[in-house]
T-cell receptor, first 115, second 114 residues
Framework: AQSVAQPEDQVNVAEGNPLTVKCTYSVSGNPYLFWYVQYPNRGLQFLLKYITGDNLVKGSYGFEAEFNKSQTSFHLKKPSALVSDSALYFCAVRDGTNTGNQFYFGTGTSLTVIP | DADVTQTPRNRITKTGKRIMLECSQTKGHDRMYWYRQDPGLGLRLIYYSFDVKDINKGEISDGYSVSRQAQAKFSLSLESAIPNQTALYFC?????????????FGPGTRLTVT
């Protein structure tokens, strides 16, 4: 069965420090992996994705994520956090086989960047 | 968000009432989805549709039904609302094929069932 785990409900980081939001996944075929961000009273916005190729994926707003197949992880990172990065972050996975039609989301990690 | 719109944005209804949530998109995508978001549970898939004639149940379809009236419109109905259907509901779209897989979300509908 497909699933996504975000082990941290809350992450706090000081402005200017690097941030990491963790995600691990379980999928039967090759994984298609995604990160989304949700600001208050808004829908989810796409940040980045891994489909194939380079394990380090760069996305919007200076975010990047590293795909690690052996650890089944896809952690979101940013070298220097901004207060405006404070939001709810969701990791999602889709089975990359022809039958993989559904996206599975993690429970979300609330990121707070402290000025 | 403007490419995917949802109406209403907020709704309070009573137990037992029928309610419809509507979603429209101008992205030209063929795939559409309905999710609900609950605190601590993330997003859970209710139904999805890959074209007008294709409707599929998701993880939590009980108590819900959908209608794909056109490629651009996908409605979610609660035939007899109950309090545990109080949640934030999102519509999403995605394109088929290998060009892209990411989903685009509407702004959400906050539904309260009293």
């Amino acid at each position: 069965a497909q699933s996504v785990a975000q082990p941290e409900d809350q992450v706090n980081v000081a402005e200017g420090n690097p941030l990491t939001v963790k995600c691990t996944y379980s999928v039967s075929g090759n994984p298609y992996l995604f990160w989304y961000v949700q600001y208050p009273n808004r829908g989810l916005q796409f940040l980045l994705k891994y489909i194939t190729g380079d394990n380090l994926v760069k996305g919007s707003y200076g975010f990047e994520a590293e795909f690690n197949k052996s650890q089944t992880s896809f952690h979101l990172k940013k070298p220097s956090a901004l207060v405006s990065d404070s939001a709810l972050y969701f990791c999602a996975v889709r089975d990359g086989t022809n039958t993989g039609n559904q996206f599975y989301f993690g429970t979300g990690t609330s990121l707070t960047v402290i000025p | 968000d403007a490419d995917v719109t949802q109406t209403p944005r907020n709704r309070i209804t009573k137990t037992g009432k029928r309610i419809m949530l509507e979603c429209s998109q101008t992205k030209g995508h063929d795939r559409m989805y309905w999710y609900r978001q609950d605190p601590g549970l993330g997003l859970r898939l209710i139904y999805y549709s890959f074209d007008v004639k294709d409707i599929n149940k998701g993880e939590i379809s009980d108590g819900y039904s959908v209608s794909r009236q056109a490629q651009a419109k996908f409605s979610l109905s609660l035939e007899s609302a109950i309090p545990n259907q109080t949640a934030l509901y999102f519509c999403a779209t995605s394109a088929s094929g290998t060009a892209s897989y990411e989903q685009y979300f509407g702004p959400g509908t906050r539904l309260t069932v009293t």
